[in-house]
């Protein structure tokens, strides 16, 4: 019987999906010389996490069939190998964008009604600190969302509520399409010098790392928020954060991801009151991760099926 590798564990509903072709095997960790052991001989590999998939890896076995990755994101998985290859590369696109966009609405609110503060304050016995510092209002503020795709029409459509101002910058979206949500689209240094908060929501590409560096923060507004739940790499380093954030050019950071992962955590910026942090965790909510372990093992089962389905990277192996 085949085998099908996982490089992390999935819910039963999706296990049941993939059993009909293969005996589930999960590796023992994400090493690439585990993979390069416990690879062979599987059909199918479901990608997990963000483990490098080399094109040592994706040669290894030669009854290999298919890559599934459990994100939008793909840039761990070496695809032009894989395509080399005719293999086949799914993925799942859409199935956390709810949850990514409550996520930056969360952050948003979070930074500019100043939560962690006022909690650490009040538990420290600081009841007058009310009369030091005021929290922000989200009314009439102004949103830069860096990529109008899945979840930044979603944001856009998230802070309606709040009467709030929406700015987008994706050189690849139709300014038409995103017009229905009331988003008005600008270039990328109209958009971080007129935001009060930015949200990156953007692909990781070769345009897109480093796009926020030290020189475009340095037109931020001032006291403005970012909030990175794109990939680390869409900024620079977090030297030019932690530097605004010292000079007080940006009034608070909140980051979901890094480069690389996970990061160094002596770095200064973590140190910081203003900078709020997760681990890359804000996708993975039950809906979201119920959502996209189905849709990647849909995925695997449509290819060992001889089918073609929508989510596939690189279709020109069809």
Request: hydrophobic residues 40%; aromatic residues 6%.
């Amino acid at each position: 019987m085949s085998k099908i590798l996982l490089t992390g564990p999935i819910d039963e509903p999706s296990r049941n999906i993939l059993r009909e072709f293969g005996e589930l095997v999960f590796a023992t960790d994400n090493g690439e010389a585990t993979l390069l052991k416990e690879i062979d001989g599987a059909c199918a590999l479901v990608v997990r996490g963000v483990p490098p998939i080399s094109a040592a890896v994706i040669q290894r076995s030669d009854e290999l069939r298919v890559i599934a990755r459990t994100g939008v994101g793909y840039s761990n998985v070496d695809v032009a190998a894989a395509t080399a290859l005719g293999i086949p590369v799914v993925f799942t696109p859409g199935a956390g964008a709810r949850a990514v966009a409550e996520a930056s609405l969360a952050y948003m609110l979070t930074l500019t009604k100043k939560i962690q503060h006022w909690d650490r304050q009040l538990k420290a016995g600081n009841w007058d600190s009310r009369y030091e510092q005021q929290g922000g209002d989200m009314e009439d503020a102004t949103v830069g969302i860096v990529g109008m795709g899945r979840i930044g029409q979603l944001v856009a459509q998230m802070t309606r509520p709040f009467l709030m101002r929406v700015i987008g910058f994706d050189p690849y979206v139709d300014p038409r399409t995103v017009s229905q949500f009331g988003v008005q689209m600008v270039d990328i240094d109209t958009l971080v010098s007129e935001s009060d908060f930015i949200c990156l929501h953007c692909v990781e590409n070769d345009e897109t790392k480093g796009l926020i560096n030290r020189e475009r923060l340095s037109k931020v507004k001032q006291g403005s928020y970012l909030i990175n739940l794109a990939r680390g790499s869409v900024v620079e380093s977090l030297d030019v954060l932690h530097e605004a954030l010292q000079s007080g050019r940006l009034g608070g950071v909140a980051l979901d991801v890094f480069e690389p992962e996970p990061p160094d955590v002596d770095h200064p910026i973590f140190q910081s009151e203003r900078c709020l942090t997760a681990p890359h965790s804000m996708a993975g909510t039950p809906t979201a991760t119920a959502r996209l372990q189905r849709m990647a093992s849909e995925g695997v089962v449509a290819i060992l099926r001889g089918e073609q389905p929508d989510n596939v990277v690189n279709r020109e192996v069809f």
